[in-house]
Every structure is written in C-alpha cells, then in structure tokens.
C-alpha cells in the first residue's frame, strides 16, 4: 500500500510538473523575430522644371484690333526718364499702312539732357521670355520723323541689349532689318546674337537722341 502511494505521489507530481511547463511556454510563446533596421527611404529631390520658351515666327502685331496689346497678348507701353515726356499707354491711331485698321504712336519729347531717353516696348508674353532664335529677320512699317533704336530685350545681355539704328520715313515704308545687322553699343554682357535671339523679353523702340521731338508710327510687325 505504501509502495502504490509512493507511486501515485510521483505520478501526481510529474503531471503537475508537464502542465506546469506546458503553460509556461505557451504564456511566453516563441519570441518574434526582432524588427529590421530598414532605413527610411531618402527623398529623391524633384528637379526644378524650367519652362522651354515659346517659339515665335510670324505676325507680332499688325494692330487690327486697334488696342495696345500684340497677338499673343502682351501689352504695349511706354516709359522714360522723368526729365521726357511721353504718352503711355501709346495710342492706337487710324489709318494704319495700308490705309485701315490701326497702327501705333510712339510720341513724346526727349529732353536736352534725356537720361536713358524715352521707350516704345512690348512685352511679348508679358514678361515671360520667347525664343526668337528660329528667325533671321524684322519687319515693320514705320513713318514719322526722326531717328530711332529697335531694341531686343533680352536678360541674357541685359543693359547692352542687340540694338538697330533706323530713321523714320516720311511716307508710309516697309523696314526689313536682318537680325545679323544688330549690334550690342557696349563692351559688357556680351553674346551672339542667336543666344540672345533665344530669350528675348521684350522688342522696344527707343528715341535716336536727346532734345528731339519723338514722332513715329508702327504697324505689321513681324519675325521670320
């Protein structure tokens, strides 16, 4: 009897001891793995887009219309140094070249002593640059009198911008100007025309010297 006791107790105590274990393992479980040091992705910076500048050729501005702004929009206007005086915005006047619609007035006086002088100019996208550069020519018809710059504003050469001197006729004439026939009149910002050509900003009309009375009509500018 003592020998089935004995038995019994150690029987009792080892299934006491398995559920014990059995337990313990399953409260704790199999640890999980431990987390990758997975670095965090590096932001790859988004390059800055930079607009390709609108090509031009053809008709700028042949005032049909009779408003102050060329054909895709950008305004006419003029300004000078204070010691000119000047009409801005420039009118738009009847007859233009060919003897209807309009075409526009650049007047004004340059003083004696004119500063930068007085300028007629267009912003062709409105401030934003045009590429020119698939053009080898400007034509406009002009009458008036007097001496005048046609002027490409161009940020690559700015402040010795591309310049062409013309006098004005005093009948009604077509002006053709090959861009090569350009010239920069300092010795700073220097560039070939073609580069300049490819950013130009604004094509202005500038007054030929001081103490002069600015008199002159424009109509059907064009590139090609």
Not at 176 to 202: E, H, K, M, R, Y
């Given at each position: ?8 107790f150690i ?14 393992d ?22 800055t887009h ?6 031009i050729t ?9 408003n102050?702004?060329?054909v ?7 300004y ?19 003897g ?12 004696a ?12 996208l ?5 590429d ?9 018809y ?6 005048y710059?046609i ?13 062409y001197?013309?006098?004005a ?12 026939s350009?010239?920069?009149p300092?010795n ?5 025309i ?8 604004n ?12 008199n002159l ?8």
């Amino acid at each position: 009897m003592k020998k089935f006791m004995t038995a019994s107790f150690i029987l009792i105590l080892a299934i006491i001891f398995t559920i014990f274990y059995a337990c313990r393992d399953r409260s704790i479980g199999t640890p999980a793995p431990e987390p990758t040091n997975t670095p965090t992705p590096t932001r790859t910076p988004t390059p800055t887009h930079t607009a390709t500048p609108l090509q031009i050729t053809g008709l700028i501005d042949d005032f049909a219309d009779c408003n102050g702004s060329n054909v895709y929009g950008g305004a006419w206007f003029a300004y000078g140094d204070s010691n000119n005086t000047f009409t801005n915005p420039p009118p738009t006047v009847t007859p233009g070249y060919n003897g209807s619609d309009c075409a526009l007035k650049f007047e004004g006086v340059a003083a004696a002593s004119c500063g930068y002088g007085v300028w007629m100019s267009n912003s062709l996208l409105s401030g934003a640059t045009v590429d020119l550069s698939g053009n080898t020519v400007i034509s406009f018809y002009a009458k008036g009198s007097g001496t005048y710059r046609i002027v490409l504003i161009s940020p690559i050469t700015q402040y010795n911008d591309y310049q062409y001197v013309f006098s004005a006729p005093s009948s009604w004439s077509q002006i053709v100007i090959p861009f090569t026939s350009f010239t920069q009149p300092q010795n700073f910002n220097l560039a070939p025309i073609q580069q300049a050509l490819s950013g130009v900003t604004n094509i202005s009309f500038a007054n030929g010297s001081c103490g002069m009375t600015i008199n002159l009509l424009i109509d059907e500018v064009r590139v090609y």
